[in-house]
C-alpha cells in the first residue's frame, strides 16, 4: 500500500468517487484551477472537466445553496469552504434547509451533500481560520459531524460521507493535512459514519478525542507507558454526531477513569457532551470525576500564543497524573 498524507488520501476519494459516479460534483473557491487552497482537489478538474469541479464565486452562502439544491435534484455535490470560519455565512442554509428538508418533505426528499472545510489550529493561521467549532454543527439534528484523525480514515470517512443520504459536514484538521504519513489501500475502503475505534488499548486510564487532537493523545499516553507504567485506552470517536458512546462506556466501565481532549473552548464543547454520556451510562464505574483538557474560553490567539492554546501531550500527560493520584 502507497503512504500518503491526508490530503492524498483525501485527494484520491474524491478521484475514485468521481469516476465511479457521474453525480458526485465538486464546487468551492479555487477548487478548479488553483486544486484548493490545500490541494485537497488538485487535478480534477483536468479529469472530469469544469461542469463537475466547479470554480465558484466567494460567496459561502451561495455555495452551500447551490449544493442543496444540487443534491434534492439528485446529484451529490461535494463543496468545499475554505477555511471553517467563513461556513457561518453559510450556516442559514445549513439549518434552515439542509438540515431539514428530510423532515420538512415528510421523506420525500434528501439532501445528500458534503460540507468539506479543513477546522482547527497549529499553522500560524490568521483570524476566522483556525477556531475548532464542531459544536455547532453536532447540535444540529439532521446533520453528521465527521472529524477524521488520519489519512486512512479520512479517505474511507469521506467515501462514506458521499455516499451518505443525509447531508454531513466533515471537518479536516490541518494541523494533520500534511504533518504524517499511513499506508491508503487503492481498492475501496469505507468506514461506517457514527462509530468510535479503540486505537489503543489500556487498562488504567480511558482517553477520548478525535480530530487533530489525537496526536497528542496518544503521543501522552505512550508517554505515561514509558515514565509511569499507566497503560491508557485512547479512543478516537471520529463522528462527533450522531454520538457513538458504547467503546467510550465500554472502556471507562474497565478502567475507571476518563478524560476527554479536544481543542475547541471548553464550555459547552463536545467533551461536555461525552462526560453527560458517561454520569448517565457509567457513573458508578467512576473512581474519580472525568477530566477535560481542551482550548479555553476565548477566540484562538494569533501565533506566538496559538501553542500555549492547544492541548499539547505535556498538558494531556499532567491531567491525567493528577486523575491517577492515590
Given amino acids: ?22 453525480r458526485v460534483i465538486v464546487l468551492g ?12 482537489t488538485d487535478g480534477l478538474i483536468d479529469r ?7 470554480d465558484t464565486p466567494l460567496a459561502e452562502s451561495g455555495i452551500v445553496g447551490m449544493s442543496i439544491g444540487m443534491a434534492v435534484y439528485g446529484l451529490r455535490p461535494v463543496c468545499e469552504i475554505q477555511f471553517s470560519g467563513f461556513s457561518y455565512f453559510s450556516f442559514h442554509q445549513i439549518e434552515s434547509h439542509a438540515s431539514r428538508l428530510r423532515w420538512r418533505s415528510q421523506g420525500r426528499f434528501t439532501v445528500p451533500m458534503v460540507l468539506r472545510t479543513p477546522y482547527g489550529g497549529g499553522v500560524r493561521a490568521l483570524e476566522h481560520h483556525s477556531e475548532s467549532r464542531e459544536a455547532y454543527y453536532a447540535h444540529m439534528p439532521g446533520i453528521k459531524m465527521v472529524i477524521p484523525s488520519g489519512p486512512r480514515n479520512a479517505r474511507a470517512l469521506l467515501v462514506s460521507a458521499i455516499r451518505d443520504p443525509d447531508p454531513v459536514v466533515f ?4 494541523a494533520i493535512y500534511r504533518a504524517f504519513r499511513e499506508e491508503v489501500p487503492e481498492e475501496e475502503e469505507t468506514m461506517p459514519l457514527g462509530k468510535s475505534q479503540v486505537v489503543r488499548q489500556g487498562k488504567d486510564l480511558t482517553m477520548i478525542s478525535y480530530g487533530a487532537m489525537m496526536r497528542p493523545t496518544l503521543e501522552a499516553a505512550l508517554a505515561l507507558a514509558e515514565k509511569d507504567g499507566v497503560e491508557a485506552e ?29 481543542e475547541a473552548p471548553r464550555s459547552f464543547g463536545p467533551g461536555a457532551e461525552v462526560i453527560s454520556r458517561l454520569v448517565e451510562k457509567a457513573f458508578y464505574y ?10 479555553f474560553d476565548v477566540v484562538i490567539p494569533f501565533f506566538s500564543r496559538e501553542q500555549v492554546y492547544l492541548p499539547g501531550a505535556a498538558r494531556i500527560v499532567r491531567a491525567a497524573r493528577k486523575m491517577l493520584r492515590p
Fill in 48 to 54: 472530469f472537466g469544469e461542469k463537475r469541479s466547479v
Fill in 286 to 295: 467512576l473512581e474519580v470525576p472525568v477530566t477535560r483538557v481542551t482550548g
Fill in 1 to 22: 500500500m502507497a503512504k500518503m498524507t491526508m490530503v492524498q488520501a483525501l485527494n484520491l476519494a474524491l478521484h475514485q468517487e468521481m469516476e465511479k459516479d457521474d
Fill in 234 to 262: 485512547v479512543i478516537d470517536l471520529l463522528t462527533i454526531s450522531p454520538l457513538d458512546d458504547e467503546l467510550f462506556v465500554q472502556s471507562v466501565q474497565k478502567t475507571g477513569r476518563a478524560m476527554v481532549i479536544h
Fill in 29 to 40: 473557491e479555487d477548487v478548479g484551477v488553483d486544486g484548493g487552497v490545500f490541494r485537497v
Fill in 171 to 174: 471537518f479536516e484538521g490541518k
